[in-house]
């Protein structure tokens, strides 16, 4: 099956079924949930056929690649391809969706029309997750990109919480404003290139002589692009709001996969189509990703309402992911790519545990818990759980990722690497004191009963757990499929690690 | 110098481990196994958990014991042995496996923790039998056992983190395993930031070794070391791993948690917060000593830092009440010897463990002793409230003593072989040094003797104070078998185990092999005898002023004034003021300022376009939610009108 459309087929049946669900008949009107996981987990399965297809050992720079001419008239073309970075993104994606529809199973219990749509933009938001990381056509991509914005301005503004709206128009200005900036640097890269029917290939605009200038604007159009959608201190703002608004499986898909849109971008785009510029933003750049972890885990500390703390965290994270990029080692590269991964997981069991217990308490606010220990122990142990892989204990996945990254910002830059890693005290305090705040002390004085976790919510929680210690554990096979991709990026930049200073004999292993 | 002797560890030289030691990975596999049954199980397991705990435990002693003798049948040079795992970590141009290294060192440990740690989990049966989260407890234990049996059977740096931190989650779990109790909680949260930092350092020393030997295996970095590597970057990387060693041992300056850490139930003071957690830091420090070999100057740093600890630890253990916070005192201060000693180099590191394998014994002993006293004392901790109880508990008053007497280093009990040839190493060097150092450990002894008395006379001897009557009523009995029966093997340790294993230098031989030995010709500053004559005195001196004060003179029950330098050590030299003052404060400041100001300021600030959505009047915000829901729409169909212009275009 060496030509079977894997890529348009992951695509095409989460977008079936936002229309089957849409199109339900009123009488089947609430099993709109059960449909939408029935299409998520097909998804899931072609998802994982498509991953058996992949060989990480091959020369291509992507592969399961489809391509068909769409406009030609503009260089556009329906190109889509993966290589493992892009892949394993869009397994964690296809793998957090059943997931996040399993945890808004009880989103809009008015149902009806409603709940229908609900789950249906769910399912069209996935599409174009698929699309973004398996573009491989500059403008599709591009198109991709901003397509997103819609079911999630629309899951936000109109499923959210109480500023909803104001949430939604933050994000969704911040998002086109960064989209915007980019389109002029992806029209601007097309009169660059080769041109021609395919022109927008990012095969065929890989490792063109842009000249210093040219390259470096239209670096920075990219770049900033991809800062506000990952997102970087100081155009962070709008994702406390926006997590804290959305619903929690809104906020999964858009902290734990879309933000990702933004790294990823970095690395496919801003590394591999502009080499020069990028190394010659790497201070800049570095400077901020050092801010956003520090600032973001400062922030954190600071946070009364659970789910913007954990936004916070995130801001730190995405510090890590794009530190571990522009170190431009194999090292810091692989541990970045891994990092995307993992925070996905990671923040997604905080998000949607962290929302069970907001359900049962009726609040955002972490002082309106404590002691919840002993109301909900086993929701307390899975939340600690989620904490940790989120403060990179060793052990759990993050950790790996983590490390990685640090070590690989080392080689090149010392100074950098040691301050980001005072992230690592930081991020004990935010989580540690969050649960102490919620979870110790006596138990409280509750006018109802409350459940302790449900079976639906252990479905939820136990892949992600199952994730953070395999993961934590045995990294390799993810490993494996990212490393090839990291190299190859890394050679188009022209850079190669540094080697060990104090080497014996050179014999070292 | 003694590199010689050093075994090349890595798969290379290290022969690969067969036989029984082929399945050392049980001993980390086996408790981990016991963790995830009672924690994964559920309330299914409340009934039998706590036995299937203790019953791994045994088990991951008993492979331990059978990898031991397969050690012992071979000769000493080829008894390390290196246990190929799994490829762990290919990251870019880091490529790491995961393996063990069983050698003399960490089979050492081995045995020492999975025996403590198993009496251990058979007290907890009798002293936690009527906790409704017993379970919970012991599944935490196996998961301290496990992570303490990874930590010191890694084979690199990284994989020594993974047990590194565990153990301290463990840790963190067990200390605040009465978190409805808020100051518990605060306890343990205070023990996971403190180690956090010394992580940092940890973390750091990876990076440089990364960096600067391309490898972090403990072979691959010993051989970078040994071949030449700058003094400055081993000088670095010897400091980085002190840091982290003094976040896991409690040293100075990062020793405020273990006090705190006392809240935790009364085994895991002994097991986590004596024994064995604590000590991994000079675990560390000597699995390292290839690195500080080389670097003199982190090596005159561990010795500082042991020194300080030592007396500092003593000096807060004279003044404590709280009859666990005097012990915890002393483990730091205990710790401190031992630290001291690896920082001394070839002629410390054997003494160093071989302190902390006594240590091991004597101090988890009293620990639990403490813990029968509190269980025959409705969990009264003032030692101003105890008085007398030599009578009412036999056995925990018998095997207290032997602990007692061993600390004291008196002779023939067993921290006298560890402590006695400490401060003789101590004393060996040129200059001023061994003056210093020498000195400390010296006094050291003297204000243990003091400190120890004082505990043991104010529990066990002189008037009771307490009464069996009224509203505090007490009435002290002594503990259940399976409490009392650990108890008196330790105490059989206490006492035996140090002439046990010097007897012809055993112990020391044993090690040699791993960290290199005694070089011929270094001899103290001063004579041994007389320097052991010093030492007996001092701590006869010790013992006599605590008697006069605490045994023979009345005690008062509320506690005195006391003088300026009574009170500094009651609040532990004023290290949590320190600490609030230097980092706490600011930090909370900073970060208040910091919320605000991304309210106020970033959020307000990242120009006109969010300037535009930042206000918050309703009437602006109308404005905008219409602006913005139809420029979404516009958008949809700009692009879907533009995409459909070209389609036909074509």
């Known amino acids: ?509 | 110098m003694t590199s010689l002797a050093h075994l090349a560890t890595a798969d290379g030289a290290a022969t690969a481990a067969t036989g029984v030691t082929a399945y050392a990975w049980l001993l980390v596999a086996l408790p981990l196994l016991g963790a995830a049954v009672l924690l994964f199980g559920g309330r299914a397991t409340d009934k039998w958990g706590p036995l299937f705990a203790t019953a791994m435990s045994w088990a991951a002693f008993v492979v331990g014991f059978v990898v031991w003798l397969a050690m012992l049948g071979r000769d000493g040079e080829d008894r390390a042995a290196h246990l190929h795992l799994f490829n762990w970590v290919p990251a870019g141009s880091f490529n790491l496996d995961a393996g063990m290294l069983v050698d003399q060192l960490s089979v050492t440990f081995v045995l020492l923790v999975t025996f403590v740690g198993s009496l251990i989990h058979v007290y907890s049966i009798g002293y936690m039998e009527h906790d409704p989260d017993k379970r919970r407890f012991f599944a935490y234990l196996n998961l301290f056992v496990a992570a303490m049996l990874l930590l010191v059977l890694a084979d690199s740096y990284l994989l020594l983190y993974v047990g590194w931190e565990g153990v301290g989650l463990a840790s963190y779990l067990l200390i605040g395993f009465w978190n409805h109790n808020p100051a518990y909680a605060t306890a343990a949260n205070k023990a996971f930031v403190v180690n956090r930092v010394g992580d940092f350092g940890l973390s750091v020393g990876i990076m440089i070794m990364f960096a600067a030997f391309g490898t972090v295996t403990f072979a691959g970095v010993q051989q970078a070391a040994e071949g030449g590597a700058g003094e400055g970057v081993l000088t670095a990387i010897g400091l980085m791993l002190l840091l982290g060693a003094c976040g896991k041992s409690a040293q100075f300056p990062l020793q405020s948690w273990l006090g705190d850490a006392m809240a935790g139930p009364t085994p895991v003071s002994a097991l986590i917060h004596a024994a064995t957690m604590v000590t991994a830091g000079v675990y560390l420090v000597v699995r390292s000593s290839f690195v500080f070999d080389h670097a003199p100057n982190a090596q005159l740093a561990v010795v500082i830092v042991g020194a300080i600890t030592l007396i500092f630890g003593a000096i807060v253990g004279c003044a404590k009440d709280d009859i666990k916070k005097a012990l915890a005192a002393s483990t730091m201060s205990q710790i401190g010897y031992m630290m001291l000693a690896a920082g001394l180099g070839p002629v410390g590191y054997a003494f160093a463990i071989f302190h902390l394998l006594t240590h091991g014994f004597f101090k988890a002993g009293m620990f639990l002793g403490a813990g029968s006293v509190m269980h025959g004392m409705n969990d009264q901790v003032d030692m101003r409230r105890f008085g007398g109880l030599s009578g009412a508990m036999k056995i925990t008053w018998i095997t207290f003593g032997l602990g007692w007497l061993a600390i004291l280093g008196v002779p023939p009990f067993s921290g006298f072989w560890s402590k006695d040839k400490i401060i003789e190493a101590a004393f060996i060097g040129e200059g001023w040094r061994p003056w210093v150092f020498g000195g400390a450990a010296l006094i050291g002894a003297g204000i243990t003797a003091f400190y120890m008395s004082r505990l043991f006379f104010m529990t066990f001897h002189g008037t009771k104070r307490w009464q069996t009557d009224g509203d505090d009523a007490v009435h002290p009995h002594e503990s259940p078998r399976t409490m009392t029966i650990p108890m008196m093997v330790l105490a059989v340790g206490s006492g035996l185990l140090g002439l046990v294993l010097s007897l012809g230098g055993t112990f020391t031989h044993w090690l040699e092999p791993v960290v290199g030995g005694h070089e011929e010709g270094e001899h103290p500053v001063l004579p041994v005898w007389l320097l052991m004559t010093l030492t007996l005195l001092l701590v006869a001196g010790g013992v006599l002023l605590a008697w006069m004060r605490y045994w023979r003179d009345e005690v008062p029950q509320v506690q005195p004034t006391g003088s300026l330098a009574t009170r500094a050590a009651r609040r532990d030299l004023y290290q949590d003021d320190v600490n609030e003052g230097v980092f706490m404060r600011p930090g909370l400041h900073l970060t208040r300022a910091l919320v605000f100001a991304d309210t106020r300021g970033v959020d307000g600030g990242v120009g006109g376009l969010a300037a535009l959505v930042g206000g918050t009047s309703s009437r602006l915000r109308r404005l905008q939610n219409g602006f913005a829901r139809s420029y979404a729409l516009t958008m949809l169909a700009g692009v879907v009108v533009i995409l459909g212009a070209m389609w036909v275009i074509q």
């Open chain 1, 1 to 509: 099956m060496t030509n079977f459309p894997w890529l348009t087929v992951i695509g095409v049946i989460p977008l079936i079924g936002a229309a089957v669900v849409a199109g339900l008949p009123a009488g089947l009107t609430d099993r709109a949930k059960h449909v939408a996981l029935g299409f998520s987990l097909v998804t899931l399965v072609f998802g994982i056929a498509a991953a058996l297809q992949f060989e990480n050992t091959s020369d291509q720079q992507f592969q399961l690649t489809e391509q068909h001419e769409w406009i030609p008239q503009f260089g556009v073309s329906y190109a889509l391809g993966v290589d493992g970075i892009a892949l394993v993104m869009i397994l964690m994606a296809l793998l957090l969706t059943p997931v996040c529809i399993l945890a808004a199973w009880r989103d809009v219990p008015e149902g009806g029309k409603r709940e229908k749509n609900y789950f249906a933009l769910m399912l069209v938001l996935v599409t174009f997750m698929v699309g973004v990381f398996a573009a491989t056509d500059v403008f599709l991509f591009y198109v991709f990109f901003e397509a997103m914005l819609i079911p999630v301005y629309f899951l936000i503004g109109s499923y959210g919480g109480p500023r909803r709206q104001y949430a939604a128009v933050k994000f969704l200005l911040f998002s086109l404003a960064g989209g915007l900036v980019m389109l002029v640097g992806v029209i601007a890269l097309y009169r660059y290139g080769p041109g021609g029917a395919d022109g927008f290939l990012v095969a065929k605009l890989t490792g063109l002589d842009l000249g210093a200038t040219p390259e470096r604007l239209m670096f920075v159009a990219f770049f900033f692009a991809f800062a506000v959608k990952a997102p970087m201190w100081p155009v962070h703002t709008w994702l406390p709001d926006a997590a804290t608004e959305a619903r929690p499986a809104t906020a999964v898909l858009l902290v734990g996969v879309l933000d990702k849109v933004g790294t990823y971008g970095m690395i496919r785009f801003c590394l591999q189509l502009f080499p020069e510029a990028s190394k010659w933003a790497t201070p800049v750049v570095l400077v901020l990703a050092v801010i956003s972890i520090l600032y973001g885990a400062l922030l954190a500390i600071g946070q009364t309402d659970i789910m913007r703390l954990i936004a916070y965290t995130s801001v730190s994270h995405f510090g890590f992911i794009v530190l571990g990029i522009f170190a431009l080692t194999t090292t810091g590269g692989a541990g970045s790519a891994l990092y995307m991964l993992n925070h996905g997981f990671s923040t997604a069991a905080l998000f949607l545990i962290g929302a069970m217990l907001v359900a049962r308490r009726g609040s955002k606010r972490i002082p309106d818990f404590g002691g919840w220990q002993r109301v909900t122990p086993g929701l307390a142990g899975v939340f600690l759980v989620a904490g940790l892989s989120g403060l990179a204990l060793p052990g759990l996945s993050s950790f790996i990722s983590e490390i990685m990254v640090l070590v690989g910002t080392f080689q090149r830059y010392p100074a950098a690497a040691v301050i980001a890693t005072a992230g690592i005290v930081l991020a004990a305090l935010y989580i540690l004191l969050m649960y102490k705040r919620m979870m110790t002390g006596p138990k409280p004085e509750l006018t109802t009963p409350v459940r302790d976790i449900t079976r639906r919510e252990k479905l939820v929680v136990a892949p992600l757990i199952a994730a953070f210690l395999v993961l934590g554990f045995y990294p390799k096979p993810a490993l494996d499929m990212l490393n090839p991709a990291v190299s190859k990026t890394l050679h188009y930049v022209g850079v190669t690690d540094p080697a060990p200073t104090s080497a014996a004999d050179g014999s070292t292993k």
